[in-house]
């Protein structure tokens, strides 16, 4: 018998395959590689079509923005070197109906557009509400308004009425279905009002002291594009240029960029924790395959197969088997991709561009890694067993890895999974992680394993418990392996479990159905009591109220700052405008304290946002003076708080700790959430004209159905590492089930009873059960609250009956796994048992 490796290699593969025998591999793999492509086919189409939908999204090749008219420089420059451009104002004010139909108000985000707007993509408006939408080039005529739906359910008009802008009367000609450059600024969630830019001066909102958003957006060849780009970037940074910033697909559209990153998050955190416990059932699973490939290597050896031979045969089959899993893993992580869209629907757009070839070599890539870095080692071994073990079965045995091929294996497929999370923390967190957790459940264990046999009073405790206590502690290599291998598959599921639960109600609590839904600012101070009583008249009881004061940072510790003090754009921005502050002396519930102490009534001390401060490069104990209307105000950095920007709460950059401050004009603002009385809102702003009233009501709705959607996908893709956990316990439980067979031979030929065999194994099981629990409960909220902390962001405690309900649950998924597994070794008869012992 003389067969090359190839031949062998296919033919042991088809035996094996017809036994049963690679079924745990290839399930292992293909869960591991279906989880991540899954994640990597999605995340490739939704990355190109961000690329593909980018420009219009901006609604130009490039696009200036500013607070005062376009710097005529900027203008000159785009039309030499002939581009087109057009110029939008953007601005909240008060939309309100005719006295005839009500005389309702409501804040709208006014926009005036030119001629040949846009210049990418195009306006998507409907005749009427629910009437069907199209495409269209055109704009507002003059004299005409188009507007958002939901504007005119709120005010009671219907289309053809008039709605008065300022000064000026506009008459509703179509909805607003879709408008490309939206953006996501807070001012933005207000409905849209778009008018002609001819229509502006009639309306007499314009005036100095406006607060104006000016967009001019260019667009031609792709060089040209470029030329401007780079001189208008280099031009902004000019010290004598203030408030003028060249805008990116990023920071026009930054609530879709943060959503769908802190779901890509979860969703490749979850792919990940499906990829490491595979890499365990196959290290399992191949180790297994090896022990039951034993006697028929050295059978081969006697039939004059080199070692060589048999080396390159296994290393055949497991690269078809590593093949054959990784494609199937790939066609079914295409096909979830799927579900991922239309669980995401609305929030990604379904008519994605095909994806990339790069899912597919990733997949394929990890498959084939995962089976030659945690599978191969052990296998090769069969390669070394001498034809002796033919007559003598006591020799040849496997022996552990080599650590230097399982180091170099697991640092390739760390590397591999860092990669693929697209995120440093969350990489080196997970797979940090879990390589930390191993060596410490494997340390753990063999301590315990040590304690173990002087734990138990062999003269009087049961006979099945001494038993079960001599089983483990004769074999602590094994019962090292199996706590190990039980511990990390359970510490997967007690993080699904913590996930599911406590981090996924810590994301949901951050936008909780109770949030604010009305934010109302200008409030004068001698209105603040009106104001206050007529909440309350309409039962709300419960509302931030702050005082609200415009102030300019100008000086940091003596030294008179400006824009052309920081190099980094955000810090000149902030620098270069007003800072909304306000003063309380008691420490808002909502924000949390990360450095420093707030000390109630303490003079010349303020607090600041702890990513403000980072920006601007500032610490505790700097002193910074604020231009307050003229007044100069200089106070010592005494705390720093953590503010969550998406709490729809009333936040600030900076707060000073006291009731009020002396000298200086204030407004306030108030968020509450609003009764559902009819009419209240109306009723408001006629006792109140001056003000200036946010209905945040939709974009609530809006943002927590977004999550409601996320969370689902997550959900979804949990049950691969759900899977994948189940997996791992199996392999782990079975791993020992020759020699467990053997022992319960000689133990059943000397006469004990099948019920204290059965009595001893669940012991055994349910021991180890218990341990592994235990160690991973502990590990799981260790991780979950580092996932919380430093990658998702959220505030989180684990509760204290986590350890003893992970310790439980770890017994019972231990003697499940175990009455599936290893029923086989107690129901076989005692003779076929000892008769497969001997062979």
């Known amino acids: 018998m003389n067969l090359d490796f190839v031949r062998l290699g296919w033919r042991t593969l088809w035996r094996d395959l017809r036994a049963g025998e690679l079924r745990l591999l290839m399930v292992a793999v293909t869960l591991a590689v279906a989880a991540l492509t899954s994640v990597g086919f999605f995340a490739d189409r939704l990355q190109g079509g961000l690329q593909r939908d980018a420009l219009q999204l901006l609604g130009g090749d490039a696009v200036v923005a500013s607070d005062l008219p376009t710097p005529a420089a900027l203008v000159e420059r785009a039309r030499a070197l002939g581009l087109q451009t057009a110029t939008t104002v953007g601005f909240p004010t008060m939309g309100r109906a005719s006295e005839a139909q009500g005389g309702a108000a409501k804040l709208v985000a006014l926009k005036s557009v030119p001629s040949g707007y846009p210049l990418r993509g195009s306006l998507k408006v409907a005749n009427a509400p629910g009437a069907a939408a199209y495409t269209t080039r055109d704009i507002p005529a003059r004299g005409e308004v188009w507007v958002d739906a939901p504007l005119l359910e709120s005010l009671g008009v219907r289309m053809g009425d008039m709605l008065l802008l300022g000064d000026a009367q506009l008459r509703i000609a179509r909805t607003i279905v879709l408008e490309p450059d939206r953006g996501a600024g807070f001012m933005s969630f207000a409905p849209r009002a778009m008018v002609n830019a001819a229509d502006l001066p009639a309306t007499g909102l314009v005036q100095p002291a406006s607060r104006l958003t000016y967009r001019f957006a260019v667009a031609g060849p792709a060089r040209a594009v470029q030329q401007f780009s780079a001189w208008a970037e280099r031009e902004v940074k000019k010290p004598e240029i203030h408030g003028v910033r060249l805008e990116s697909l990023e920071s026009g559209r930054p609530e879709m960029q943060q959503t769908l990153d802190r779901a890509q998050k979860f969703l490749n955190l979850v792919a990940l924790l499906a990829a490491l416990l595979s890499a365990v059932a196959v290290a399992l699973a191949a180790r297994g395959f090896a022990a039951s490939h034993l006697d028929a290597s050295a059978m081969l050896r006697v039939l004059g197969q080199s070692q060589r031979t048999i080396a390159w045969s296994y290393g055949v089959e497991f690269a078809l088997v590593g093949l054959c899993a990784s494609a199937l893993g790939v066609a079914l992580g295409f096909g979830v991709h799927y579900l991922f869209v239309l669980l995401l629907a609305g929030l990604v757009e379904s008519a994605l561009p ?11 890539g990890v498959g084939l890694t995962l089976l030659l870095a945690f599978g191969l080692p052990p296998v090769l071994q069969l390669a070394q067993v001498p034809p002796l073990r033919v007559i003598r079965r006591e020799v040849g045995a496997l022996r552990p890895a080599s650590l230097a091929v399982l180091g170099l294996g697991v640092a390739g497929f760390a590397a591999l999974l860092l990669a693929v999370s ?20 494997a340390a753990l264990a063999w301590v315990t394993v040590k304690l173990l046999r002087g734990a138990v009073n062999e003269a009087t405790a049961p006979r099945w418990l001494v038993l079960a206590t001599r089983q483990v502690s004769a074999r602590p290599a094994y019962a090292v392996v199996q706590v190990s291998s039980l511990a990390v598959g359970l510490l997967a599921l007690a993080l699904l479990v913590l996930l599911r639960t406590d981090l996924i109600a810590s994301w949901r609590q951050a936008t909780p159905p109770d949030a604010p839904n009305r934010f109302v600012i200008n409030v004068q101070p001698d209105q603040a009591a009106a104001f206050q009583k007529a909440l309350q008249d309409a039962g709300v009881r419960d509302y931030d109220w702050y005082p609200m004061i415009r102030g300019r940072l100008v000086a940091v510790n003596g030294r008179t700052v400006g824009p052309d003090s920081y190099s980094e754009d955000r810090a000149r921005r902030l620098v270069d405008r007003e800072f909304n502050l306000s003063t309380a002396a008691q420490q808002p519930p909502h924000n949390q304290l990360v450095a420093g102490r707030w000390m109630p009534e303490e003079k010349d001390a303020i607090s600041l946002e702890e990513g403000i401060a980072q920006t601007l490069g500032l610490k505790l104990g700097d002193r910074l003076r604020f231009d307050i ?15 969550d920007w998406g709490s729809m709460r009333a936040n600030f950059f900076a707060m000073y700790p006291v009731d009020h401050l002396d000298g200086v004009a204030v407004t306030y603002l108030a968020a509450y959430r609003a009764p559902t009385t009819a009419g209240f809102d109306n009723a408001l702003v006629h006792q109140f004209p001056n003000i200036t009233s946010v209905d945040m009501g939709a974009t609530l709705a809006q943002v927590q159905g977004v999550l409601d959607q996320v969370i689902r996908a997550v959900e979804f893709l949990f049950g691969f590492t759900l899977a994948a ?11 020992t089930r020759e020699e467990r067979t053997r022992e319960y031979a000689i133990m059943r030929a000397l006469g004990a009873r099948a019920s204290l065999l059965r009595q001893v194994q669940r012991a055994e099981l349910a021991g180890v059960g218990l341990l592994a629990g235990f160690l991973a409960s502990c590990v799981a909220v260790c991780v979950g609250w580092a996932l919380a902390r430093y990658v998702f962001d959220f505030r989180w405690t684990a509760s204290p009956w986590v350890p003893l309900l992970g310790a439980l649950a770890g017994a019972v998924l231990a003697l499940l796994a175990g009455w599936w597994g290893l029923r086989a070794v107690l129901n076989t008869p005692v003779v ?4 497969r012992a001997a062979e």
């Open 354 to 364: 095909a994806a990339s070839l790069w899912p597919v070599a990733l997949g394929l």
């Open 422 to 441: 697209s995120d440093l923390k969350l990489g080196l967190i997970a797979v940090g992680g879990f390589a930390g957790a191993v060596a410490l459940f």
């Open 629 to 643: 209307g003229g007044v100069q105000n200089e106070a010592r950095i005494t705390s720093l708080r953590k503010v």
């Open 725 to 735: 956990g189940l997996v791992v316990l199996f392999a782990a439980v079975t791993a």
């Open 832 to 835: 076929d048992t000892l008769r």
